[in-house]
């Protein structure tokens, strides 16, 4: 049950910024977000991610328009605002840094002297024109792998 728990307050903490990702590649409807979160596993309902998506507008991360639609209501669509890249590329880089400190600690009876220490690692950056072009590239297996050219 405590493993349980832990699982989910991390999926948490990953969420704003899986959904910030998904969404700097093109404007996108809500429930394509849900859909692309759990094909990448990420256990959600849209009970937790219609509020996320309201917040992430009120911070104004986000922007959206409504489109009509054939079958129905019009559809709202999601799109990074340039606040919102900003935030995405701090998090981007917290996350590098984070996927670096938890393979330092989750693995420190392999590291050697040779290794960087976490206090010389670069910030990473993102390249967000990637959006512009239409390149969407499939995110890496491994989270510490640069996500420079994914995003």
């Known amino acids: 049950m405590v493993a ?3 699982q989910t307050q991390m999926r948490k903490g990953i969420l704003e910024y899986c959904i910030l990702a998904i969404i700097s590649r093109g404007e996108i409807y809500a429930s394509d977000i849900i859909s692309e979160l759990k094909n990448a596993k990420l256990t959600v309902v849209e009970g937790t991610v219609y509020p996320l998506l309201t917040r992430l507008k009120n911070n104004n991360l986000l922007t959206y328009k409504w489109v009509e639609s054939v079958s129905g209501p019009p559809r709202k669509y999601f799109e990074l605002s340039p606040d919102g890249e900003a935030v995405l590329l701090e998090l981007h880089n917290t ?4 996927a670096f400190a938890v393979g330092i600690a989750t693995h420190s009876h392999t590291r050697n ?3 960087t ?8 950056s993102i390249d967000l024109s ?3 072009s239409g390149d969407h590239a499939t995110p890496p297996a491994d989270p ?3 996500l420079t050219t994914n995003l």
């Open 130 to 132: 990637k959006r512009e």
């Open 113 to 115: 002297q040779s290794e």
């Open 117 to 124: 220490p976490l206090s010389n690692v670069a910030p990473a």
């Open 95 to 98: 996350w590098k840094e984070l």
């Open 144 to 146: 510490s792998e640069d």
């Open 4 to 6: 349980e728990n832990t």
